[in-house]
């Protein structure tokens, strides 16, 4: 056993989670969603962060979505970003078959259109989720920091890129792009961040 699988088993099943995974199958959708044990740790960060407005990039199945939408207070919601409208019908379903459809509004198209759009209507948020495509996390970032109440929670996933990130002989135009993201979010002056090695790499940072 490694240590993935002791904390998995540590978390036990979670049956809303466990069918949005088998929905995924189901449609041939990718099997990418967050690993469980950091789906466990985006509900905590929204709870304890107390935060009010949500922004998701990237919304697949919904499995990150039901996650996050667990942390929030009352009066909460999501804001969800996905390019494709299938995968955010699948999303909206599974969301509502867990009880949160009404938390959450969907943005379909490509994340960097929505988010100049969510700029223009004046949004802000206390909390970001980046789970998209992997080129655009530096892009995504200047726009989190752009919409970010003082204080918010930057959380960007897979950023070790299945051990590509510390391999020097990758180069490629997604490695590339993630080291810059992590090396910003964990030097920028403008936050206080850290990345978590487990799984796929979590990186995570605070707005001042």
Known sequence: MDAQKYVEEMLGTDPELDRVLESIRELGM???SVAPGYGRMLTMLVQMS???DVLEIGALGGYSGICLA?????????TSLELLPNFAEAARSNMEAAGFGHLVDYRIGDAKGSLAKLAEEGRRFDFFFIDADKEGY??????ALKLANPGAVIVGDNTLLRGRIYNADKNGPSVVAMREFNRRMLQDERLRGTLLPGYDGLTMAVVK
């Open 30 to 32: 990718p099997e990418i």
């Open 50 to 52: 107390k935060a009010k």
């Open 70 to 78: 667990r942390g929030l207070q009352g009066g909460g919601s999501v």
């Open 138 to 143: 530096p892009v995504y970032l200047d726009w």
